[in-house]
């Protein structure tokens, strides 16, 4: 017996990586691939902390993923980069007292480092960082290109202002009136002026294409949700001096019951509304919500249907609107609840009909009439659509959808109504008044307004300045600097003054799949003949974290590169699956909770390719697992396993290669079925399953030949790679593992093998029979039969009927 050398993890791993590096292993050919296939996975913010097991569990399942691939004769480039702009470096760089131009390329070797040490599948040719000039110029060539379009543009907007960030948050970053970052920080209203996107006129296309998107159901969920089509219609509602007030509603059935009308104290018909007795208080209760934050407003102030605060706040203009279905007087309110920018900062109040209309008519006396009776006689507010309808004039006894499209129809012919579509979904503000991002690349003259830096100028590069802390002031630190801010206008050559606001980081990473194939080039953003070879992304996976924001502003950018003629797509991840989380003492990882675990110490001790297996046997991928140290020893035993019966396996005599026993063969090929499937479904846990019961029986059996051996490696290799490599070449194998071939499966011995069924009778489990796998229901009701304990309850009575599940189950009713 060969004595076999001990498994040092350390040692083959630092071997594998350095041959990878010199063969340039990982390195497709980009210009002439034979089956092009881009492997994506969501680039990391570089934290100073380091990549934490959350991220490495991403990682590597995506990394598998495109291993997997590769062995199945694909041409794999898997890039990888870093999303290293944005509010959380400048946060931390300002706690620690460094630059973030200092500090983000220190945290970026240190993430560099890990993701090499872990074995990923990387193209280092192509790794990219959105703080570089040669990316960022890019970045602010899309801006250009959406400003000349007329899809960039520039207004007033009542935002979230975060007092200690200085800056604007988005929507999702409040959590309770407070900053997502800061928990013990209030978060306020202002009025800025912002550069946005108009992703809006792109609603309906953003929610149809998800219907052929082959994505996650969960992703797919999330961002039809944060789309938010509503169909309804825009009412005409006038006062007696002649104005009009558009308002929509999703419930037109409903407009005989509207008794007041709500406008958002920020509406531009407010003041000339105010009646002269109210105006001091009305003013008094503006001024009360410019304090408050835009997500307390819809939904503490009463907002989504009656979630939050119970207490309504309001004040009565002190004059009237006609109803347009009925005429009759209505107050005319404004409150908090209501927004400018949802909708068209009107709404009808009918609160016989909607939770927060009938929380607000109750907290000030208002009128509650109902329109739509359910025969059950539920108490008010009743919010169905399928009652009938009273109280409505002609429309009496419709059913409440009937009544919709005729009452429309009906107040349309008066020029009172429009049908119309709406969406939750609002346009995309990019401006960030801080320091460490891009700035956008915009003039402002005061003879020719904004105007687009000339693309020979790019990039607008970012100045290194020392004092790059935000103040209370709401303007940039970049405008501090005369010597920067004031340039020249490229129109007219008056003085200018450059735009001081950054880009939101989430238009750096809104395109950085299209950069990866082409980072070498610096006279365009993507070479067109390699776009057109490695785009759109073949595989995207990544986190649901990022199911809105990322992936929608991504979807939206290529769009609008696709309409202005840039790229040939309009999707750019065609197919993705979202990943689960981590989770550690019942709880996902986090700073706050001191829970994150960071890899480095479990890969010196154990090996990345244990720890590689080690995650991804956690729990199903895309549902995500607990993290428990218990758990590593027995993926470590496995690979020892592996590593002594390929050992073995080089110590028996030279061509003496006995067929492998039945039982050894049949689960071998059972075993490459099992884990072609799970691997190409990331249940990876489960393919690692199939192939540790596999190991088990060949030793069982002694049968660690090298037919039992190699295609073993092979289907190894994407989840340990080092091992399956260094074992490869003990075998004999000069080129590397993963320019071999993904065993095939004998189907008629993968089938082959006794299973288990489950008798009943009359649904009552009396017995098991073995039988063989893909017997016939007469087969198994013979053998059912002949059982003893079964025969007991059957009783000589006559079976009237038999229900057989294919090898698992048979049901004798007697």
């Known amino acids: 017996m060969t004595q076999v050398p001990s498994y040092d993890p350390a040692v083959v791993e630092a071997r594998w990586q350095e041959r990878w590096a010199r063969e340039r292993t990982n390195e497709p050919d980009l210009d002439q691939p034979r089956r092009p296939f881009h492997n994506l996975m969501m680039f990391p913010y570089p934290s100073a902390e380091g990549l934490h097991v959350g991220n490495m569990f991403a990682f590597t399942g995506a990394d598998i993923y495109g291993r997997f691939k590769r062995l199945h004769g694909y041409d794999v480039f898997e890039p990888i980069g870093f999303d290293a702009f944005g509010i959380h470096s400048e946060n931390y760089a300002l706690s620690v007292g460094t630059h973030p131009a200092k500090l983000i390329p220190r945290n970026i070797e240190t993430f560099r480092r890990q993701l090499k040490r872990f074995g990923g599948m990387f193209d280092w040719r192509h790794e990219l960082s959105t703080t570089d000039p040669r990316y960022y110029k890019w970045t602010q060539w899309i801006f250009l290109q959406l400003f000349k379009a007329g899809i960039a543009f520039r207004k007033k907007a009542a935002v979230n202002w975060c007092p200690k960030d200085m800056s604007v948050v988005a929507n999702e970053q409040v959590i309770n009136g407070y900053c997502e970052r800061h928990p013990d920080t209030k978060v306020e209203q202002r009025f800025l002026e912002q550069w946005f996107f108009n992703i809006t006129r792109y609603a309906e296309r953003l929610l149809r294409n998800l219907d052929r998107l082959d994505w996650s159901d969960s992703t797919r969920t999330l961002q039809r949700n944060w789309i938010g089509r509503s169909e309804g219609a825009e009412l005409i509602v006038e006062t007696p001096a002649g104005a009009k007030i558009p308002v929509f509603t999703t419930r037109p059935d409903t407009v005989f019951g509207a008794t007041y009308l709500v406008l958002a104290p920020e509406h531009p018909l407010v003041d000339q509304l105010i009646a002269d007795e109210q105006r001091r208080q009305v003013n008094a209760y503006r001024r009360e919500v410019q304090g408050k934050d835009l997500v307390s407003r819809r939904v503490g102030g009463g907002g989504g249907g009656g979630g939050g605060d119970k207490t309504k706040t309001g004040v009565f203009l002190g004059s009237y609107a006609r109803n347009p279905a009925t005429g009759e007087a209505i107050p005319i309110w404004i409150a908090d609840y209501v927004l400018m920018d949802y909708g068209t900062g009107a709404i009808m109040g009918v609160p016989a009909h909607d939770r927060r209309d009938f929380e607000f008519a109750t907290q000030f006396k208002l009128p509650i009439r109902e329109v739509v009776r359910t025969g059950g006689g539920e108490p008010l507010p009743s919010v169905t659509e399928d009652g009938v309808l009273v109280n409505s004039g002609e429309f009496d006894g419709l059913s409440g959808r009937d009544a919709q499209h005729r009452i429309v129809a009906w107040l349309q012919a008066k020029g009172l109504a429009t049908p119309q579509v709406q969406y939750r979904l609002h346009d995309w503000c990019i401006s960030r008044q801080r320091y460490w991002g ?113 992936l929608l502003y991504s979807r939206f950018i290529s769009m609008v590169l696709r309409e202005l003629g840039h790229v040939h797509f309009e999707e750019p991840f065609p197919k993705l699956r979202a990943h689960g989380l981590i989770i550690k003492d019942g709880a996902k990882m986090s700073k706050s909770r001191g829970n994150v675990v960071i890899p480095d110490s479990y890969i010196q001790q154990w090996g990345a390719d244990t720890f590689r297996m080690y995650l991804m046997f956690l729990g199903p991928f895309q549902e995500g697992g607990d993290f428990r140290e218990t758990g590593i020893v027995g993926i470590r035993r496995f690979l020892d396993k592996v590593w002594t019966t390929a050992h073995e396996a080089v110590g028996l005599t030279p061509g003496a290669s006995p067929a492998l026993p039945p039982d050894v063969a049949r689960k071998l090929h059972q075993t490459i079925k099992k884990v072609t499937a799970d691997t190409e479904s990331l249940d990876y846990n489960t393919a690692i399953a199939a192939m540790m019961e596999y190991v088990n029986l060949v030793r069982e059996q002694g049968a660690g030949s090298r037919q039992a051996v190699e295609p073993l490696l092979v289907m190894l290799a994407p989840y340990a790679p080092h091992l399956a490599e260094e074992l490869w070449s003990l075998l004999g194998h000069e080129r590397s593992i993963f320019s071999a071939t993904w065993p095939a499966f004998d189907e008629r011995l993968a089938a082959a093998g006794d299973v288990e069924v489950v008798v009943q009778v009359n649904g009552k489990v009396r017995g098991r029979v073995i039988v063989a796998r893909g017997a016939t229901e007469a087969q198994v009701v013979e053998l059912a039969m002949r059982d003893e304990s079964v025969r007991k309850f059957v009783d000589g009575k006559p079976v009237r009927k038999t229900v057989y599940v294919q090898d698992r189950l048979l049901n004798l009713v007697v």
Do not use: M
């Open 438 to 550: 891009p700035p956008i690349p915009i003039i402002h003259c005061d003879r020719c307004g904004p105007v687009g830096v000339p693309e020979r100028d790019l990039p607008v590069l970012l100045p290194l300045i020392e004092d790059f802390r935000p103040d209370a002031s709401g303007v940039s630190p970049l405008a501090r600097h005369k010597e920067w801010y004031y340039v020249k206008c490229p129109q007219c050559g008056a003085q200018g003054r450059r735009e001081t606001d950054v880009s939101d980081t989430f238009l750096d990473s809104a395109w950085y799949y299209l950069r990866y194939p082409s980072t070498e080039f610096d006279d365009r953003p993507w070479d067109p003949k390699r776009t057109t070879t490695w785009l759109p992304v073949t595989s995207y996976i990544g986190g649901n974290e990022h199911a809105v924001l990322h």
